[in-house]
Nanobody, 116 residues
Framework: QVQLVESGGGLVQPGGSLRLSCAAS????????MGWYRQAPGKQRELVAAITRVSSTNYADSVKGRFTISRDNAENTVYLQMNSLKPEDTAVYYCNALRRWKGDYWGQGTQVTVSS
């Protein structure tokens, strides 16, 4: 059974930082393309950052230079370091694991609220 468990969300002031974690079981994260998505109220889910099996990364334009995705193979965990947070970063953040013909898995999400 595959599980992706996100943690690290919370309430932070503008300009602050958070680090989200996505701990995987049932899969090996380095065998999958891993992504962080977010969904704000009334908006569609959007890709924030991704790291491929060969460790290439890509980011949404809105978070470039502020967010960093990384993977710890020993911990089988993917991280999203978020700096210089803005109110518009407020959303539920979801972890995704994707590999064609093998599976497309989602975590339950973690709330990030940026507010003073």
């Amino acid at each position: 059974q595959v599980q992706l468990v996100e943690s690290g969300g919370g309430l932070v002031q503008p300009g602050g930082s958070l680090r989200l974690s996505c701990a995987a079981s049932g899969i090996i994260v380095s065998d999958y393309d891993m992504g962080w998505y977010r969904q704000a109220p009334g908006k569609q889910r959007e890709l924030v950052a991704a790291i491929t099996r060969v460790s290439s990364t890509n980011y949404a334009d809105s978070v470039k230079g502020r967010f960093t995705i990384s993977r710890d193979n020993a911990e089988n965990t993917v991280y999203l370091q978020m700096n210089s947070l803005k109110p518009e970063d407020t959303a539920v953040y979801y972890c995704n694991a994707l590999r064609r013909w093998k599976g497309d898995y989602w975590g339950q999400g973690t709330q990030v609220t940026v507010s003073s």
